[in-house]
């Protein structure tokens, strides 16, 4: 049964990177999709960017500018990258599958990791 | 953008009851819609996917349906463990992949 799991500083400063690593256990990261999705608090969900294990990529317009999400195999594991952060990116960041098809009826997100709280803050 | 929405917010209702939440999209979207299930503190959980399709491991009382634009999740006898907040996700557009903005279920 695949796991999920997010690490990475929960308080990062204004103005700098926001870094999270999402390690994938009880089976590969070959052959899907892999996204990370936040949570502001008491907030929806928003979709941030995914990756192919191939390492193609597509993000959130809206994020798309600071966002870069990478992917190494050998560890089977996918990281973020947020720059220039603000207030406004305190969320719960979660990491996912995304099963995802072309040509196929599919898109969604199963299973996901537990979540990290990151609070951009001085 | 395709855009999505919920109704109600929120809703209040008892153990034994039949829920039924709506969700809408500002285009069609086929059958691209999934279902999840969140409670405090936890991450969404994946009940429904491509529209009615149940998520493996996910108990029968839930199920959904709808295609094009318009969608519902229905809870046919709720039980003290289904008081959460459900989200609906569009899968159609696959360059950016939008939620609604949530129904709170809780204890009447």
């Known amino acids: 049964q695949v796991q999920l799991q997010e690490s990475g500083p929960g308080l990062v400063k204004p103005s700098e990177t926001l870094s999270l690593t999402c390690t994938v256990s009880g089976g590969s990261i070959s052959s899907y999709y892999w996204s990370w999705i936040r949570q502001p608090p008491g907030k929806g969900l928003e979709w941030i960017g995914y990756i192919y294990y191939s390492g193609s990529t597509n993000y959130n317009p809206s994020l798309k500018s600071r966002v870069t999400i990478s992917v190494d195999t050998s560890k089977n594991q996918f990281s973020l990258k947020l720059s220039s952060v603000t207030a406004a990116d305190t969320a719960v960041y979660y990491c996912?599958?995304?099963?995802?098809?072309?040509?196929?009826?599919?898109?969604?997100?199963?299973?996901w990791g537990q979540g990290t709280l990151v609070t951009v803050s001085s | 953008d395709i855009q999505m929405t919920q109704s109600p917010s929120s809703l209040s209702a008892s153990v034994g009851d039949r829920v039924t939440i709506t969700c809408r999209a500002s285009?069609?979207?086929?059958?691209?819609l999934n279902w999840y299930q969140q409670k405090p503190g936890k991450a969404p959980k994946l009940l429904i996917y491509?529209?009615?399709s149940l998520q493996s491991g996910v108990p029968s009382r839930f199920s959904g349906s709808g295609s094009g634009t318009d969608f519902t999740l229905t809870i046919s006898s709720l039980q003290p463990e289904d008081f959460a907040t459900y989200y609906c996700?569009?899968?159609?557009?696959?360059?950016?992949?939008?939620f609604g903005p949530g129904t709170k279920v809780d204890i009447k």
């Open positions: 285009q069609s979207i086929s059958s691209y």
């Open positions: 996912a599958r995304h099963i995802l098809r072309v040509g196929a009826t599919t898109g969604w997100f199963d299973p």
């Open positions: 996700q569009q899968s159609y557009s696959t360059l950016l992949f939008t």
């Open positions: 491509a529209a009615s």
